[in-house]
């Protein structure tokens, strides 16, 4: 079993920043790929960022390429998603979510565990 939890959400004013975390515990002795989803107040979630176990990978969708970095400690269990340039449609509930299989996905069925969530708000 594999647990993610985030931390990091807040409120900030536009232009601002914030740096979420995610901490995996439990069996991750696989090589397994990080992602990063958001869900806004009625809409559906949707991809943000991926990244590889090597870091050598990153994908992230085009609203947030220039503004958000994400990255990770593999000696910590760690991915964070660093976020400047906050904007107020940028607020949502931001989730990580691991893929034991270690690929670079977009689609949120193609991951394997999910934490909890962090909000993240935006104000104009």
């Known amino acids: 079993q594999v647990q993610l939890v985030e931390s990091g959400g807040g409120l900030v004013q536009a232009g601002g920043s914030l740096r979420l975390s995610c901490v995996v515990s439990?069996?991750?002795?696989?090589?397994?790929?990080m992602g990063w989803f958001r869900q806004a107040p009625g809409k559906e979630r949707e991809f943000v960022a991926t990244?590889?176990?090597?870091?050598?990978?990153?994908y992230y969708v085009d609203s947030v390429k220039g503004r958000f970095t994400i990255s990770r400690d593999v000696a910590k269990n760690t991915v964070y998603l660093q976020m400047n340039n906050l904007k107020p449609e940028d607020t949502a509930v931001y989730y990580c979510?691991?893929?034991?299989?270690?690929?670079?996905?977009?689609?949120?069925?193609?991951?394997?565990?999910w934490g909890q969530g962090t909000q993240v708000t935006v104000s104009s």
């Open positions: 979510a691991a893929d034991l299989q270690g690929r670079l996905q977009v689609r949120e069925d193609e991951y394997d565990y």
């Open positions: 439990g069996r991750t002795f696989s090589r397994y790929s």
């Open positions: 990244i590889s176990w090597s870091g050598g990978r990153i």
